[in-house]
């Protein structure tokens, strides 16, 4: 059974860090990693999707890399801002009947002027 | 205007009650998911559908129903046999379901309370 973990759980730092979110996964036979907003009470923004043959993907000022043997993906924010300030989840679609997603718990972020 | 409409926003329900949570979508996609969220997690999948006429059971199904008559429909019932049902609910749909470059679109979500 796919497991997702995110660390860390929530993160906070000063305008203008660039900073680095995490997401694991269990089992490396997977379709694709797709990474989310989720602002409070909302519903999921779709950030960026890498496809199991991909290295990683950008976009603006978003850079997100998959190295599916060690089971890994990371989110890379560049010059954050107030209005990065979110949760943000990643969700692996695996498994013997590609339907199924599964997501990880999020990290939140705050990004303080 | 594409997208996945969910309504209503805020819906309560009373103990013994059944509930439909709607979803609606006008992005022509095969595929339509239903999944929970509870506080400080992350979404937890009830039931999905590739085609029309055709579900199936997520991780946690029990106590939920669902129907794919049409293909932009894919309306939730929580019955009474779901013990917990306070949570957030979020319909999303992908253009299929099986491939690599699929990506997943949301709705803006139900909060359900049981009074």
């Known amino acids: 059974k796919q497991e997702v973990t995110q660390i860390p759980a929530a993160l906070s730092v000063p305008e203008g860090e660039n900073l680095v979110l995490n997401c694991s996964f269990t089992?490396?036979?997977?379709?694709?990693l797709q990474w989310f907003r989720q602002d409070p009470g909302k519903g999921l923004t779709s950030l960026l999707l890498?496809?199991?043959?991909?290295r990683e993907q950008t976009s603006g000022r978003l850079n997100a890399s998959l190295d599916k043997s060690s089971g890994r993906s990371t989110l890379y924010i560049a010059a954050s801002q107030p209005g990065d300030s979110a949760t943000y989840l990643c969700a692996v679609r695996s498994g013997t009947n590609a339907g199924k997603s599964t997501f990880g718990d999020g990290t939140t972020l705050t990004v303080k002027p | 205007d594409g997208g996945i409409t969910q309504s209503p926003k805020y819906l309560f329900r009373k103990e013994g009650q059944n509930v439909t949570l709607s979803c609606e979508q006008n992005?022509?996609?095969?595929?339509m998911y239903w999944y929970r969220q509870d506080p400080g997690q992350g979404l937890r999948l009830i039931y999905y559908s590739q085609i029309v006429n055709d579900f199936q059971k997520g991780d946690i199904a029990e106590g939920y129903s669902v129907s794919r008559e049409k293909k932009e429909s894919f309306p939730l019932t929580v019955t009474s046999a779901q013990k917990n049902p306070t949570a957030f609910y979020l319909c999303?749909?992908?253009?299929?379901?099986?491939?690599?470059?699929?990506?997943?679109?949301f709705g803006p979500g139900t909060r359900l309370t049981v009074l």
């Open positions: 089992d490396s036979a997977i379709y694709n």
């Open positions: 992005l022509n996609h095969d595929a």
């Open positions: 999303a749909s992908s253009r299929t379901s099986g491939a690599s470059t699929d990506t997943q679109y």
């Open positions: 890498i496809q199991s043959s991909q």
